[in-house]
């Protein structure tokens, strides 16, 4: 009888085991962003190419628009292993502790996506993934985004028309003071919260690279949108460290092959998405478009790289001097 039974519950164990063994590993990937953005899109891409290649071994669940976790809350929740992957943008690792980061939030220290991806695909774009291991993340790929505009419901055109504005930005101290350069008053808020803010009038006005403008609707509460492209916004794919390491192998290889081939896609399309929403909020009819005259850009310029040796100390000075070197900027 004793022999019976432990027959049967080999014969049970042997049942179960494939269905175990094939039960696939679950990638929790969140962000902030909408859907039809450049950042969603490469994380689309990901998740098709990683389940593909590792022949369902791998199930990637993308929640985009902070619907599993906001900014403020999304940083902890990777550390903490309740998420597995983010792509946040550059300028919020500042909380986290690793200022350097916040060297991509420089005004005017990229000219075009060439001179940014000599950064984020060279030594310095490694040695910032590094300083993020200590935290126990690990820095998969940078994604592109694009360079900023301005908007808020009066025209902005030079500094002084910003006296006095309230701008919403994100947690980065070096876009505190860019916006303080301008004689404006900087407001740190979620991403999920700038619609409602800017339409109550909590804050005036905002700055982001048009795909994120229009696909948070902000066209709706904005009656201007200056094209100021004095800055750059971009991400950095990241993964809860000891999740990560403790793949097998194998998917780790896979997945490394599948993120390098959705940042391939997701940094080709970038810069038309932002093109496309900016002709998109062009056409709503909604917000004016202004386009800055050369002494405008100037004036712009002349106050906002103040910024740069304000922020030396707190960025690291060694980190400034290699973006310099890498894309020619001379302040
Ligand atoms: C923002 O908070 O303005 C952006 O960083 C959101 C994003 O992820 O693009």
């Known amino acids: 009888m004793k022999f ?66 906001k900014d403020g809350e999304e940083m902890e929740a990777l550390q903490l292993g309740s998420v597995h992957m983010l792509a946040p943008s550059l300028a919020k690792f500042g909380p986290l502790g690793v200022r350097d980061f916040e060297v991509f939030d420089l005004p005017y220290v990229f000219d075009n996506y060439e001179e940014l991806h000599k950064v984020t695909h060279g030594p310095v774009g490694a040695t910032l993934f590094r300083k993020l291991e200590p935290k126990g993340i690990v820095g998969l790929a940078y994604w592109d985004n694009g360079f900023k505009v301005m908007s808020a419901n009066r025209s902005i055109r030079s500094p002084a028309d910003y006296k ?42 905002t700055e982001n690279p048009p795909s994120n403008f229009y696909t948070q609707k902000m066209h709706e509460v904005q009656k201007f949108l200056a094209v100021t ?10 993964a809860n460290k000891k999740f990560w390491d403790g793949l097998p192998p194998d998917i780790r290889a896979t997945l490394g092959g599948a993120m390098k081939d ?32 050369a002494e405008e850009k100037a004036a712009m310029r002349k106050a906002l790289v103040t910024v740069h040796k304000e922020n ?20």
């Open 4 to 69: 019976a039974k432990w027959m049967l519950g080999i014969a049970v164990l042997a049942l179960l085991a494939p269905a175990q063994a094939q039960q696939p590993i679950v990638i929790k990937f969140s962000h902030v962003v909408a859907v039809d953005t450049p950042k969603h899109k490469g994380a689309d891409r990901f998740k098709q190419l990683a389940e593909e290649r590792s022949k369902g071994r791998v199930k990637v669940e993308i929640y985009p628009n902070s619907s599993l976790f």
């Open 164 to 205: 006095g504005l309230k701008m919403r930005i994100q947690s980065s101290k070096v876009l505190g003071d860019e916006i303080k350069a301008l004689g404006a008053i900087p407001q740190v808020m979620a991403f999920s919260e700038v619609y409602q803010g800017l339409q109550t009038g909590v804050v005036d006005g």
């Open 229 to 238: 492209n004095h800055g750059y916004l971009g991400y950095a794919v990241i």
């Open 262 to 293: 959705a940042t391939v896609y997701a940094n080709d399309i970038a810069k038309k998405e932002n093109d496309d929403a900016l002709e998109a909020v062009r056409k709503s009819g909604k917000t004016q478009i202004v386009s800055l005259t």
């Open 312 to 331: 030396e100390s707190r960025v690291g000075k060694e980190t400034i001097a290699a973006v310099y070197q890498a894309t020619g900027f001379k302040p």
